[in-house]
């Protein structure tokens, strides 16, 4: 596995729960997996064993020397690159997610040319190189272009977590990489033509896997191709889409370290005693027979904010005035939507806005709450659908992506219905989705709680998934 984080080292989003947890459920498989990422300045590395790997990594400026750090974590060997583009700073792509650095190109091609040196070094030859989106892009260029013979019986395999995020940068800054240049490593035409580190992997990669089946089809369209569509459609035939699934461990009921109070499907009361405790943390009225409504967003576009906050009256406020609910948010994202929200939240007391980044209270929230609304404009995958349905929260979820493939509409399908399905992207259509929810709840505890406990049911952990990356990985070699 090459990323450029995974959990508990670093994280900045989902990528880094399902590089662990899937490496993990391929070592739960009888797999030897390796974990390859950067030792950044917030990554604590009290316990990890210095090696004698010093790797001099060639640059057109000259070479660059890195260390090597290990550890054994839960079965999947760790090999942490310590070097001050990573070290010296605290964050993974930048200061803040708005402010990315500008050496990126550079930081990331040092994680690219780090497999090659380790691997020869340990005298180890991998059957799959797994590189795990934009930051991973040119491993399977370089692995193609390897002349050592460590990958000459290795595939590489690239998994797009997210389209939008494509490593590009200005096609003159591969003169700085001390390699080969193919042209297509380029995206755009003529003088505009830059170097796109994710189109990159796409092009060199022996299989192509995403996160969702459904996400697989919509990203060969060119609304949701993010101009890559038709090399995506030119390589369908090497492109798989893979559910994501999630530490049921972590994220469950009956195990969940940050709640106070366990539950499971035959007994769920420990349920409604959760909303009541997180109803007085979060300043909202206790009350049980109000439903509540929570998102746990990063808050941007992405997710339907702005649809959910455009307008006079915008679908929020018709929420919060028309419906009898209770809307909890936790998040941080664009500065401009963080104020609609707080100047909202002033407004309306049934509306309670965090912006806040906790592990903890994501785990409460998704544990106490009765709904939890994911308008997302697209979705790769989506984690809190899962975790949600673990909780018996029912989710409100724009049909798109991995929301699509993980939820079955109530309605549509009264008999194994988990959740609330729409598919117009606006705010009447997410205001209608949770006029729907409301009604569901009006009619009792009785008659949520076979939803709640289907979804509760549903198997969302990683050995299905492992297993189909298994078969893939299989398939590659024949």
């Known amino acids: 596995m090459v990323s450029s984080e995974a959990v508990p080292f670093s994280k900045s989003g ?4 399902v590089v662990t947890s899937l490496s993990q ?5 009888d797999n030897d997996v390796r974990l390859i990422l950067p030792c950044y300045g917030s990554t604590d590395d009290s316990q990890f064993t210095a090696t004698s790997m010093r790797f001099q990594v060639a640059l057109q400026n000259g070479d660059e020397t890195v260390e090597i750090k290990n ?3 839960q079965g999947v060997i760790c090999y942490f690159i310590i070097h001050p583009w990573f070290t010296a700073r ?3 792509y930048g200061d803040t997610s708005f402010t990315p650095y500008s050496d990126n190109f550079l930081r990331f091609l040092l994680l690219a040319k780090v497999p090659q040196l380790l691997c020869l070094t340990l005298g180890w030859h991998p059957d799959i190189l797994h590189c795990h989106d934009w930051t991973a892009g040119l491993v399977p260029f370089l692995a193609k272009r390897d002349t050592s013979g460590v990958f000459a019986q290795t595939k590489t395999v690239f998994t797009i977590h997210n389209l939008a995020y494509q490593g590009d940068f200005p096609r ?10 193919d042209s297509r490593m380029l995206s755009g035409k003529g003088i505009h033509q830059r170097l796109n580190m994710l189109k990159t992997g796409l092009e060199f990669a022996d299989i192509i896997t995403t996160v969702s ?11 949701h191709g993010c101009g890559l569509s038709a090399l995506l459609q030119a390589r369908s035939t090497h492109l798989h889409g893979i559910l994501n699934g999630i530490d049921t461990e972590e994220w469950g009921p009956s195990t969940d370290p940050f709640i106070d109070i366990h539950f ?3 007994d769920p009361s420990g349920k409604f005693q959760l909303k009541e405790a997180m109803q007085k943390r979060f300043g909202l009225a206790v009350d049980p027979n109000v439903p509540v409504i929570s998102m746990i967003s990063r808050i941007a576009e992405q997710k339907g904010f702005v649809e959910l906050c455009q307008g006079t009256p915008c679908a929020l406020e018709q929420m919060l005035t028309e419906l009898p609910v209770q809307v909890l948010i936790i998040g941080t994202g664009d500065k401009a939507i963080e104020e609609k929200l707080t100047a909202l939240g002033e407004l309306h007391p049934n509306l309670s806005v965090n912006l806040i980044f906790s592990n903890a209270a994501a785990h409460q929230v998704e544990a106490g709450s009765d709904f939890f609304l994911m308008p997302s404009r697209y979705e790769p995958c989506g984690l809190n659908q899962m975790y949600s349905l673990r909780y018996g929260t029912i989710p409100i979820a724009r049909k798109t992506g991995g929301l699509a493939d993980s939820i079955i509409d109530c309605d549509d399908d009264p008999v194994h219905g988990t959740g609330i399905l729409f598919s117009e992207m606006s705010g009447k259509a997410i205001f209608e989705a949770v006029a729907r929810a409301v009604n569901h709840y009006s009619n009792g505890p009785q008659h949520l709680l076979p939803i709640r406990v289907r979804g509760m049911s549903v198997d969302f952990s990683w050995r299905q998934s492992a297993q189909e990356y298994l078969r893939i990985f299989k398939g590659s070699k024949g």
């Open 25 to 29: 459920a391929l070592v739960g498989l």
């Open 172 to 181: 003159l800054d591969v003169l700085m990489a001390a390699m080969d240049v």
């Open 213 to 223: 089946p459904t996400y697989a089809k919509e990203i060969q369209t060119v609304e």
């Open 264 to 266: 499971t499907t035959e």
């Open 90 to 92: 605290k964050g993974i």
């Open 14 to 17: 989902g990528l880094a729960d």
């Open 71 to 73: 550890l054994l974590f």
